[in-house]
Antibody
Framework: QVQLQESGPGLVKPSQTLSLTCTVS??????????WSWIRQHPGKGLEWIGY???????YYNPSLKSRVTISVDTSKNQFSLKLSSVTAADTAVYYC?????????????????????WGQGTTVTVSS | QSVLTQPPSVSEAPRQRVTISCSGS????????VNWYQQLPGKAPKLLIY???LLPSGVSDRFSGSKSGTSASLAISGLQSEDEADYYC???????????FGTGTKVTVL
């Protein structure tokens, strides 16, 4: 079955760029049919959607983070990545990657119709000098 | 603050039934699929319900979802100690142009 694994630095300095990678195993990103998302959870708080990418490279970001977020995909490595620039302590959180199956009706395609059915275990990122 | 409002906590005795509400608007629940996630302590979220009331393979049928207008609900029947977790509703919001999670509800089994 498909598994996701986040990786990256656990500590990032303020004003720097947070970079995380999600490695997909048991399935191929390039086969299409799925969206690949990033979600974060501040300490003791709820879940916050960051954005998603399709294998083709098309992306969609949370408007509140859009100016600082870049999500990219490397199909040759079966990975997708998150970059969050100009971080502050407010970006300290557990970051999750997740998969959702694409659903297309006769008129539109939907990202989360089927929900996010596979999640990584999460990785904690602390922003501190 | 999320646009999807849930009660902060609910509690009930074992083998009883609890219901968690999720209140939204026409731009999210009223016009888009609702998903529910369970997050056990220290774990990643797990998909419980998709498209309002459908169960993914492997999810216990003690869980059920429903939607009416701009509100959705998650019910857990035959409550068990292993159900102690945080539960989140989620839906796409056409006004915010993003996927929004509910405020979350902590379920405690007395």
């Amino acid at each position: 079955q498909v598994q996701l694994q986040e990786s990256g630095p656990g500590l990032v300095k303020p004003s720097q760029t947070l970079s995380l990678t999600c490695t997909v195993s048991g399935g191929s990103i390039s086969s299409g049919g799925y969206y690949w998302s990033w979600i974060r959870q501040h300490p003791g708080k709820g879940l916050e959607w960051i954005g998603y990418i399709y294998y083709s490279g098309s992306t969609y970001y949370n408007p509140s983070l859009k100016s600082r977020v870049t999500i990219s995909v490397d199909t040759s490595k079966n990975q997708f990545s998150l970059k969050l620039s100009s971080v502050t302590a407010a970006d300290t959180a557990v970051y999750y990657c997740a998969r959702s199956e694409r659903y297309c009706s006769s008129t539109s395609c939907y990202t989360y119709y089927y929900g996010m059915d596979v999640w990584g275990q999460g990785t904690t990122v602390t922003v501190s000098s | 603050q999320s646009v999807l409002t849930q009660p902060p906590s609910v509690s009930e005795a074992p083998r009883q039934r609890v219901t968690i509400s999720c209140s939204g608007s026409s731009s999210n629940i009223g016009n888009n699929a609702v998903n529910w996630y369970q997050q056990l302590p220290g774990k990643a979220p797990k998909l419980l319900i998709y498209y309002d009331d459908l169960l993914p393979s492997g999810v216990s049928d003690r869980f059920s979802g429903s939607k009416s207008g701009t509100s959705a609900s998650l019910a857990i029947s035959g409550l068990q100690s292993e159900d102690e977790a945080d539960y989140y509703c989620a839906a796409w919001d056409d006004s915010l142009n993003g996927y929004v999670f509910g405020t979350g509800t902590k379920v405690t089994v007395l």
